[in-house]
C-alpha cells in the first residue's frame, strides 16, 4: 500500500491496517537480536542455518528466537 495508492484500491480493510500496525509496532519493540534471529527464522531458515549465517551458536539464535516471540505475545495479549 504506496502513499499514492487509496486503501480501498488495496483491498485492505481499517481493521487489516490496524492489525498491521500492531504487528509492527511489536517488531519494535524487539532487542535488535531478537529482530534479527526472528526474522530469519521467520523466513524459513533453521537455527543451525541462523546460527552458521550470523556467526553464533544455535543456543543463541533459540534463545532470541524464543524471547522475540514471547515478546511479541506478551505485547500483543
Keep these: 500500500m504506496g502513499p499514492d ?12 491496517v490496524r492489525e498491521a500496525h500492531a504487528a509492527l509496532d511489536a517488531l519494535a519493540g524487539l532487542s535488535d537480536n531478537q529482530r534479527i534471529a526472528l526474522g530469519h527464522f521467520a523466513a524459513g531458515f533453521s537455527y ?30
Design 5 to 16: 495508492r487509496p486503501l480501498e484500491a488495496t483491498g485492505a480493510t481499517a481493521e487489516l
Design 48 to 77: 543451525k542455518e541462523i546460527a552458521e549465517m550470523l556467526g553464533k551458536t544455535e543456543t543463541w539464535v533459540h534463545r532470541h528466537v524464543a524471547e522475540g516471540r514471547a515478546e511479541i505475545r506478551r505485547r500483543r495479549e
